[in-house]
């Protein structure tokens, strides 16, 4: 049954079933031995071997039809590794000795922890395989389920527990899926880490027998850690070529991905719920689906892995899919003017935002309640009369007559205690009884699991956009959890708030846009905290960052665009010097910089002189011609940003290969001019292009304008650039 509870699940759910024009093959032998799943050049393959273990048979390149896949048991290895515990699971119990991370941990109302997993049905129906595991005696079932996208190879993969026992089972511990690769020596995990205002930094590292933890205890996916790896193989796997195997969890909350290496040398990589505040009481009957784990295979290194994750955000998880529109100029007020927003201050913005070409007016922080600084007024989400003594209505006029759309900034999940929503309901917030409640940025978390609050949420919002011309909602979320109890609810159940709050989140999320079919939303979390699979799901575009440092950004950007798509990741133009950490770029280098995502404007355009509007004006409309091809199109990282390095370069190409975008970057000039020709990749080296600068000025000394694709791909091109900072694009136009 559908309940408004589940239907955010059921939504993401409903993502399993994707399916583009070309086919997946989901299949399974004769005996239902061998389980498989083609699509995308790649094949997965799993089998069931003579005990009744599930067991990883293939993930990688695609196979012939006839490939000789079998599951063989294993004889134990010694009196320390048993069989059961050397067998490789494609999802095991914690039970039977096993030592390794397991798939689900349990504990039964006797007090029985041991879980041991073996097959006892699949299914094939449509494009989904569903293999069902129970334990060898308690009535306790896992079903895994499987799909694949026919265009890209990615396999989304979800678990689900159910308890057919009389008395409830206790789950420590679930994860989506776990994955294996073969034994090997040579594995390199790449992740992604930061800290607020440093988000998205790429870590290469080994995989070895200590197992590495990707995760986030924050409550939501945070800045620390992303739920996303690449494993490649040293000496074999580059930007362009050799395996990897990627993956990313679609979860909002607290997460735990492991990677590491078995006693016997092979890679297992898991991911789910975070067990490190998890448990759930799981009740007779009942049933507990996990997130989605997407993971793929590519077979030309991390560009490939990338593009490939990219398609997919595209197609199958950002909002409208296909035909999701092109991400519009936006313009924010809130580096300009923080909280002091005003009806006179924000038209003249608009106004200035309008001549420049900007498409989306959205006024940031400080437009309701008592909100001047960030001491008070969250949770009051009324219209502030001293600064806007008629609503919003005479700015959204104003701002509709430029020929823009409105966009507004709200922060739903968060409450100052100054304000009268917490005078009002002081039990609403995440909180212990007799316990501090940790203050972040003066403000405390909404308990989204109560259904009371997220009714509460989803009507003041639904509500605001109903009698405002809205189009456009950027949704922040400014602190971490702290002191996460859920009191109201009996105490076996309280650690549910890890999941319900999620839960109740996307629900209000995709029940507002179910609502407001036309609007828009823009995920944000003190800039990239809040970035992943599930939240992508229910949002169009997501705030990558605080920091709008121009240069730091390419590194940021570098890193984001590993694990997900440039057309999502906003980029903005920005005052100089930079509030993040002073440093002095010129305009051209900021645009250069935003226009490799999609483009914002952030800057105080009441300090921008007539000749920068004209400059601004005049990037924006290139931007324009070349934003399909930046957001749509495919990303080569032909020269990545590193400190070490003077130059970086990223390379855009359209889905028809007839425009693409060469974006080169210079950090800081040394030892004179010695910079390498650029060469980019994913031309069709057949077809003739005509190149020209994006800005209109004239081609630098020794670069023809027009040649083939292969010559580019060969020869590679590059403007001289000198100095610090600079920047400049080459146009590729496919000659008539
Ligand atoms: C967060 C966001 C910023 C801005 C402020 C407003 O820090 O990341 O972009 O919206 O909140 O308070």
């Not at 993930?59 to 599951?71: E, F, H, I, K, R």
């Not at 978390?445 to 919002?461: M, P």
């Not at 910089?593 to 000749?611: C, F, W």
């Not at 199109?633 to 003077?646: N, V």
Request: aromatic fraction near 10%; charged fraction near 25%.
């Amino acid at each position: 049954m559908v309940t408004k509870r589940n239907l955010a699940m059921t939504t993401a759910m409903l993502s399993l079933c994707w399916c583009g024009a070309l086919a997946a093959k989901v299949t399974a032998s004769a005996d239902g031995r061998v389980m498989r799943l083609d699509g995308g050049g790649v094949t997965y393959a799993l089998g069931v071997d003579d005990k009744g273990y599930v067991q990883p048979l293939y993930w990688g390149a695609a196979l012939d039809a006839n490939a000789p896949l079998v599951a063989k048991s294993p004889a134990e290895l010694s009196g320390f590794d048993p069989a059961g515990s050397i067998t490789p699971q494609e999802y095991a119990g914690q039970g039977e000795g096993l030592v390794s991370e397991p798939g689900i941990k349990t504990i039964f109302a006797d007090g029985n922890r041991d879980l041991v997993l073996k097959y006892r049905r699949h299914t094939v129906s449509g494009e989904t395989l569903s293999v069902e595991l129970a334990d060898i005696s308690r009535p306790l079932s896992v079903t895994l389920r499987y799909t694949i996208d026919p265009a890209t190879g990615v396999i989304a993969r979800t678990a689900s527990v159910r308890n057919g026992d009389k008395a409830p089972v206790r789950i420590d511990q679930i994860a989506a899926a776990t994955f294996t690769l073969p034994v090997g020596d040579d594995y390199r995990l790449r992740y992604l880490t930061g800290r607020h205002g440093a988000e998205w930094s790429q870590v290469d590292a080994p995989v070895t027998p200590a197992l590495t933890v990707l995760e986030s205890r924050r409550g939501s996916t945070g800045h620390g850690n992303q739920p996303w790896f690449a494993i490649g193989q040293d000496g074999r796997t580059s930007e362009t070529d050799g395996p990897v195997w990627y993956g990313a969890l679609g979860w909002s909350g607290s997460f735990r991905l492991t990677v590491g290496a078995d006693n016997l040398g092979r890679v297992r990589i898991g991911g789910g719920y975070n067990p490190y505040d998890f448990s759930w009481s799981l009740k007779p009957g009942e049933t507990l689906t996990t997130p989605i784990f997407y993971a793929g295979y590519a077979a030309k290194g991390m560009g490939d892995a990338s593009r490939r994750f990219h398609a997919f955000q595209r197609a199958a998880i950002i909002p409208g899919g296909a035909r999701a529109k092109l991400r519009p100029v936006l313009y924010n007020s809130w580096e300009a003017t923080t909280f002091n927003v005003t009806e006179a201050g924000q038209m003249a913005l608009a106004e200035k935002a309008a001549r420049m070409g900007v498409e989306r007016f959205v006024v940031d922080d400080g437009w309701f309640g008592a909100r001047d600084d960030d001491k008070a007024g969250l949770g009051d989400w009324t219209v502030n009369p001293r600064k806007f003594p008629n609503g919003l209505k005479p700015l959204i006029d104003r701002v509709k007559a430029l020929g823009m759309d409105f966009g507004l900034w709200v922060e739903p999940e968060m409450v100052n205690p100054n304000s009268d929503l917490y005078r009002a309901h002081p039990d609403w917030v995440l909180h212990f009884p007799d316990r501090p409640r940790t203050e972040g940025r003066n403000q405390l978390l909404l308990n989204l699991a109560r259904t009371d609050v997220r009714d509460h949420i989803l009507g003041w919002l639904d509500k605001l956009v109903r009698d405002n011309d809205i189009a456009f909602l950027k949704w922040d979320y400014n602190r971490n959890w702290t002191e996460a109890g859920w009191p109201q609810v009996a105490v076996e159940d309280q650690q549910r708030v890890q999941v319900d709050y999620v839960r109740n989140l996307y629900y209000i999320l995709s029940e507002l846009r179910r609502r407001h079919p036309g609007l828009e939303i823009e995920g944000c979390s003190g800039g990239g905290g809040r970035i992943d699979l599930g939240i992508m799901a229910l949002t169009d575009q997501s705030w990558t960052s605080d920091n709008t440092d121009p240069y730091d950004r390419l590194t940021i950007q570098d890193g984001f665009t590993q694990a997900y798509a440039p057309s999502i990741m906003m980029a903005w133009v920005t005052d100089s010097p930079n509030w993040a950490n002073g440093r002095q770029t010129s305009l051209d280098y900021r645009f250069l910089s935003a226009m490799q995502g999609s483009l914002g404007i952030g800057a105080n355009l009441d300090h921008m002189q007539e000749a920068d509007i004209a400059t601004a004006a005049r990037w924006i409309a290139a931007y324009k011609t070349i934003r399909d091809t930046v957001q749509r199109g495919d990303l080569y990282r032909i020269a990545p940003p590193r400190a070490d390095r003077a130059t970086s370069a990223t390379f855009y190409v359209s889905p028809d290969r007839k425009q693409a975008v060469l974006f080169q970057m210079l950090h800081s000039s040394m030892f004179r001019d010695n910079g390498a020709a650029l060469r980019p990749q994913g031309l069709d080296p057949a077809r003739r292009y005509r190149v020209r600068m994006l800005d209109g000025a004239a081609l630098p000394d020794g670069v023809p304008g027009e040649a083939s694709g292969a010559y580019w791909m060969e020869r590679g091109l590059r403007a001289k650039l000198k100095g610090d900072f600079q920047g400049a694009a080459f146009l590729f136009d496919a000659a008539p």
